[in-house]
């Protein structure tokens, strides 16, 4: 599966940690990253992440580019959560591009590990068939 990754300054260290600890599940996917997410994320874990632009200079728009062609099929966008925060138009889109497609999304450390648990499951497979990416329509195309 092609899972997307974003996390704000305030919440890299978090995303590195969740990452080693899952490190093992996510192994088995294709990840890609904003720039400087995916840069803490590979050294520390040694995956091989798809490093994106930054966050600043259109990394994020890069995802919303792939949710909005189906090609994302979990979404793990930790978010700062400082009571002054204010998100910007390119985070609802992020948002509203999920909610349109039944991407799933987690923003938060719990929701993560309850969707990373559920896709080492298999619970997530009926992701397969929707994203045109995946090895079930590589497959089917190779049928035709």
Avoid at 63 to 82: C, G, W
Wanted: some cysteine; overall charge negative; aromatic content about 6%.
């Amino acid at each position: 599966m092609e899972i997307a990754i974003i996390a704000t300054d305030t919440k890299k260290e978090l995303m590195t940690e969740f990452c080693i600890a899952y490190c093992g599940i996510l192994s088995k996917h294709n990840l890609c990253a904003t720039s400087i997410t995916a840069k803490y994320i590979s050294e520390a874990t040694g995956l091989e992440i798809e490093r994106l632009l930054t966050g600043e200079h259109g990394g994020e728009e890069q995802i919303i580019s792939r949710l909005a062609y189906n090609e994302i099929d979990v979404l793990l966008n930790f978010r700062d959560t400082r009571p002054d925060t204010e998100y910007g138009e390119t985070e609802h889109e992020l948002m509203r591009m999920c909610d349109l497609y039944n991407i799933p999304v987690a923003t938060n450390i719990a929701t993560a590990e309850v969707i990373i648990t559920a896709l080492d499951r298999g619970d997530l497979s009926w992701r397969e068939i929707f994203n045109p990416r995946s090895e079930y329509n590589r497959k089917k195309k190779q049928k035709i």
